[in-house]
């Protein structure tokens, strides 16, 4: 395991620097590696060379003599030739935040469209600084940021990047038409969708999982949760079906974090492009977590990137059970809930259904005896509210969309709206 110092530059006393050391930390121990000490520096302005100054080199480098250390990890984002000069004097690797989360999503990356992505964000990092890293990427054998494009490192001139970048855009593109394909046969059917969203391990997957086992008697259908960051890379689709039988789809997402690289956001447009086609989000928070008023402005914020304007949205404040006292909310709509403890699920389901089906309309129809395959259609698409024989037929009463509406405006006898 590589053992690691963090180093933050906090420039003009942002008083979140604590919190952003906290979170690298987490990144890199999700990448797998050791943090054996963590510094910062209060600085007014950036010293070019070296990033911080050199009495802070010279102190990183006792650091890193007497730890033992084979890596420095920056907050900041680094330029190429700072890499260089710092690794010159240090005699380690040395990386920023970029370089790691990148990381993170080349080692969890498992669709192509993903894997695309993260190598397209790769080599748009890589191509400005190209200058500056290439010895550090010669010196370097496998480990942090040599995945992916980086392991064709040593033949890479800007030419070649712009090719290989071209390359694999062309290979996205055919990739993003099939899944659109896809979104657009779903669109078709008219089915509502739903977007989970929220910072990285708030228990988006941890929802989409528990409102499965609670609508479903198909557990196959789970996906993948743990404590880490980024848990999520691929967004999974499920369908749901609430007892009145009306359904719906849900999306699980990429979990968003401070300061997520904007190559990635870029690259990553096509995933969190289903997110704007939603009709409603959910927001999950970590309520537990000290800073989860700021990690709500960064997913916001985030969402406005990618095009997000004005889709409803559910607040779910989640892992109550992590907290004694009760939250002051500051966002809403919302519930408090516990996801673990299984607590709230079934009011996050009610504001769904409440906010997804408001076009229904209650309407009664009479459908002749020998139309046996109507009612049965209605049986299993619809929520059934009444049912009566009269002479001529069967008389229903259900709630319809407005497709439904149209399309079976000839047996309608009776409207009236479900949502008044
Ligand atoms: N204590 C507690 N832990 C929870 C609760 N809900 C989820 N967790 C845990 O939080 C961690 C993250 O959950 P995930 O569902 O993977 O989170 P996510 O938002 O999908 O995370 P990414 O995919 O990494 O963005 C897991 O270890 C969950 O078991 C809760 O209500 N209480
Ligand atoms: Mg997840």
Do not use: W
Not at 243 to 263: E, R, Y
Not at 346 to 357: G, H, R
Not at 375 to 399: D, K
């Amino acid at each position: 395991m590589n053992k690691v110092i963090l180093v933050g530059a906090n420039i003009q006393r942002d008083r979140m620097t604590d919190y952003y050391m906290e979170e690298l930390d987490n990144l890199a121990q999700a990448s797998g590696l050791e943090v054996v000490y963590s510094m910062t520096q209060q600085m007014n302005k950036i010293n070019p060379p070296t990033y911080v100054g050199k009495g802070k080199v010279d102190e990183i480098k006792t650091y890193v003599d007497n730890l033992d250390a084979d890596m420095v990890i920056f907050n900041n984002e680094l330029s190429g030739s700072q890499v260089r000069n710092l690794e010159n004097i240090l005699d380690v690797r040395v990386i920023d935040r970029t370089i790691l989360i990148l990381d993170i999503f080349a080692t969890r990356a498992k669709t192509k469209e993903a894997m695309l992505q993260v190598e397209i964000a790769q080599l748009n990092y890589l191509r400005p600084r190209l200058k500056g890293l290439t010895e550090s990427l010669n010196r370097q054998q496998g480990g942090i940021g040599s995945r992916g494009p980086g392991e064709k490192k040593l033949e890479l001139d800007k030419r070649r990047i712009d090719h290989e970048k071209a390359r694999l855009l062309a290979e996205l593109d055919e990739v993003v038409k099939s899944r659109k394909i896809q979104r657009r046969n779903r669109n078709k059917a008219n089915i509502k969708k739903v977007a989970i969203v929220g910072y990285t391990n708030a228990g988006k997957s941890t929802l989409l999982n528990k409102l499965i086992e609670i609508t479903e008697k198909d557990i196959d259908k789970k996906v993948f949760v743990k404590d880490m960051l980024f848990a999520t890379l691929e967004t999974s689709t499920r369908q749901i079906e609430l007892n009145s039988h009306k359904q719906f789809l849900i999306t699980d997402t990429v979990g968003f974090v401070s300061n997520l690289p904007h190559n990635l956001v870029d690259s990553f447009k096509s995933t969190l492009e289903e997110i704007t086609e939603a009709d409603y989000l959910i927001h999950v928070v970590d309520a537990s977590h000290a800073y989860h008023e700021n990690q709500i402005e960064v997913t916001n914020k985030t969402l406005e990137e990618i095009g997000v304007h004005d889709i409803p949205t559910l607040y779910v404040y989640n892992k109550c059970d992590l907290f004694s006292t009760d939250i002051k909310t500051s966002h809403f709509p919302n519930v408090t809930v516990s996801l673990l403890q299984e607590s709230g699920i079934k009011t996050v389901l009610d504001f769904i259904e409440q906010e997804l089906f408001t076009d229904l309309t209650n309407v009664t129809l009479l459908i002749p005896f020998n139309d046996g395959e109507l009612i049965s259609y209605f049986n299993e698409e619809t929520h059934i509210l009444h049912r009566e024989y009269v002479n001529e037929g069967t008389l229903i009463t259900v709630e319809l969309n407005p497709l439904q509406l149209s399309k079976y405006a000839d047996y309608i006898q009776e409207k009236s709206s479900t949502n008044s």
